[in-house]
């Protein structure tokens, strides 16, 4: 069945450090790919997304580039911020069908 | 509505104790999902409906465990006779309905703690 994997946490970096989340996945067919955040005592909410290959998820800074011929979708920022403190989830949903995927999260924590 | 909302937002209840939660998904929304999180994890996926059938029930954990939903529109998740490891936040999303390539964002609701003593 489908999966997702993502790299394991916690992550903790100084502010303006360079970000990488990895994460692949398993799945048959063309799946759409997620990444969601979730910041302290907030809900999930959707960061970025891509349907295809080669596209490119950008959002707040952040970006993932679906890359079929590798499976995965890291996550990736520049120059992070506390703000950006939060636990980070891959997700995939097949293609035929809503049947979403997370993966365990990624807590990440952005020192000043 | 708004948004996705759960009731209640918070339960306590002892060991051995049926629960029921939940969720109204966002008007039009015909896919609806459950998940479970527990404390410093991720999400754990529990089943989805496709409008008021549920094609994948496989993430329940147990019999004890079940689902249901009618009139597309708000769903209950019922664990019976509770134990102390079902104790977690029980979310729940929900997404227009496309498949294929859509891309369909799944929006969250804020969550029921449940805690089993």
């Known amino acids: 069945g489908n999966s997702v994997t993502q790299m394991e946490g916690p992550v903790t970096l100084s502010e303006e450090a360079f970000l990488t989340i990895n994460c692949t996945y398993t799945?048959?067919?063309?799946?759409?790919l997620f990444w969601y955040v979730q910041y302290p005592g907030e809900g999930l909410q959707l960061l970025l997304k891509?349907?295809?290959?080669?596209d490119k998820g950008s959002n707040k800074g952040f970006e993932a580039t679906y890359r079929k011929e590798t499976t995965s979708f890291h996550l990736e920022k520049g120059s992070v911020q506390v703000s950006d403190s939060a636990v980070y989830f891959c997700a995939l949903r097949g293609f035929n069908n809503n049947d979403m995927r997370f993966g365990a999260g990624t807590r990440l924590t952005v020192k000043p | 509505g708004a948004g996705v909302s759960q009731s209640p937002s918070n339960k306590v209840t002892e060991k051995g104790k049926d629960v029921e939660l939940r969720c109204d998904p966002i008007s039009g929304h015909t896919a609806l999902y459950w998940y479970r999180q527990r404390l410093g994890q991720g999400l754990e996926f529990l089943i989805y409906?496709?409008?008021?059938?549920?094609?994948?029930k496989s993430g329940l954990p147990s019999d004890r465990f079940s689902a249901e939903r009618t009139g597309e529109s708000v769903s209950t998740l019922t664990i019976q006779r509770t134990q102390q490891e079902d104790s977690a936040v029980y979310l729940c999303a929900s997404s227009l309905a496309s498949g294929g390539a859509g891309g369909n964002e799944q929006f969250f609701g804020p969550g029921t703690r449940l805690t089993v003593l």
């Open positions: 891509a349907t295809k290959a080669d």
């Open positions: 409906f496709q409008g008021n059938s549920a094609p994948d």
């Open positions: 799945a048959t067919g063309y799946p759409s």
